[in-house]
């Protein structure tokens, strides 16, 4: 499989972007308590950089490890959707099991802008590969800057929140998904009072429930 210098430098790139943000998941999963190898060996089998981080998150905002867990599920539940999208990249046989493994924002989003199916095949497997050396590889060096310095003096604190922001900017271009967010942030805010630690931006996911109400529309006549 041969990538042309373009795809080359634009894998290349997001990957070093995944690279990043792992460094910045390892160092938080040291605070958080995580042996090494188990952050490690998450990264390698979960796959799942935002549902990792929100449960590490979690755990630092002192949300019981079921909370925080299931706030990740909730996250990672839009992989299901990402599925369907990416099922004609996977072939058949042990090759589609391995690249369900690999269906994740990045992947299924890179292969998408490609033109025919061969073309789309071959830019997810190329990212997807780019992602599964970057994740685990950011991770493990993010347990070793995590265990040597405190994270917040490398900054490695900031990616993470930094990076939610930037993601959820870029989601921001129409009015439905507009309110949801607002509704989030309404609830979460709401809840802080009245919930453990950690557990309001939880609370706050149930502002998803605004994106299945039948989106508004115009009646014409008098």
Same mark, same amino acid.
């Given at each position: 499989m041969t990538f042309s210098v373009r795809s080359a430098v634009e894998i290349s790139s997001l990957a070093g972007a995944v690279l990043v943000v792992g460094i910045s998941y390892g160092a938080l999963a040291v605070q958080a308590g995580f042996p090494p190898w188990l952050t490690v060996a998450l990264a390698l089998t979960v796959l799942a950089a935002s549902a990792e981080l929100l449960f590490v998150g979690g755990l630092l905002a002192e949300a019981s490890p079921m909370v925080a867990a299931l706030g990740a599920l909730v996250v990672n539940l839009r992989n299901g959707l990402y599925g369907?999208?990416?099922?004609?990249?996977?072939?058949? *046989?042990?090759t589609r099991l +391995?690249? @369900?493994?690999?269906?994740?924002?990045?992947? =299924?989003a890179y292969a998408s802008r490609a033109d025919g199916l061969s073309a789309q095949r071959k830019a997810f497997w190329g990212m997807g590969g780019a992602v599964l050396c970057a994740w685990p590889l950011g991770a493990g060096l993010g347990t070793v800057l995590g265990n040597?310095?405190?994270?917040?003096?490398?900054?490695?604190?900031?990616v993470f929140p930094t990076v939610l922001l930037?993601?959820?900017?870029?989601?921001?271009?129409?009015?439905?998904?507009?309110?949801?967010?607002?509704? *989030?942030?309404?609830?979460? +805010?709401? @809840?802080?009072?009245?919930?453990?630690?950690? =557990?309001?931006p939880m609370v706050g996911l149930a502002a998803l429930a605004l994106l299945l109400l039948p989106a508004g529309g115009r009646h014409g006549g008098r």
């Amino acid at each position: 499989m041969t990538f042309s210098v373009r795809s080359a430098v634009e894998i290349s790139s997001l990957a070093g972007a995944v690279l990043v943000v792992g460094i910045s998941y390892g160092a938080l999963a040291v605070q958080a308590g995580f042996p090494p190898w188990l952050t490690v060996a998450l990264a390698l089998t979960v796959l799942a950089a935002s549902a990792e981080l929100l449960f590490v998150g979690g755990l630092l905002a002192e949300a019981s490890p079921m909370v925080a867990a299931l706030g990740a599920l909730v996250v990672n539940l839009r992989n299901g959707l990402y599925g369907f999208a990416a099922s004609r990249y996977l072939g058949s *046989g042990w090759t589609r099991l +391995a690249g @369900a493994h690999l269906v994740n924002d990045e992947t =299924v989003a890179y292969a998408s802008r490609a033109d025919g199916l061969s073309a789309q095949r071959k830019a997810f497997w190329g990212m997807g590969g780019a992602v599964l050396c970057a994740w685990p590889l950011g991770a493990g060096l993010g347990t070793v800057l995590g265990n040597v310095a405190d994270p917040a003096v490398l900054g490695l604190d900031a990616v993470f929140p930094t990076v939610l922001l930037v993601m959820l900017l870029g989601k921001l271009r129409d009015r439905r998904t507009t309110v949801t967010v607002a509704g *989030g942030v309404v609830i979460a +805010a709401a @809840a802080v009072p009245l919930v453990p630690g950690g =557990v309001a931006p939880m609370v706050g996911l149930a502002a998803l429930a605004l994106l299945l109400l039948p989106a508004g529309g115009r009646h014409g006549g008098r």
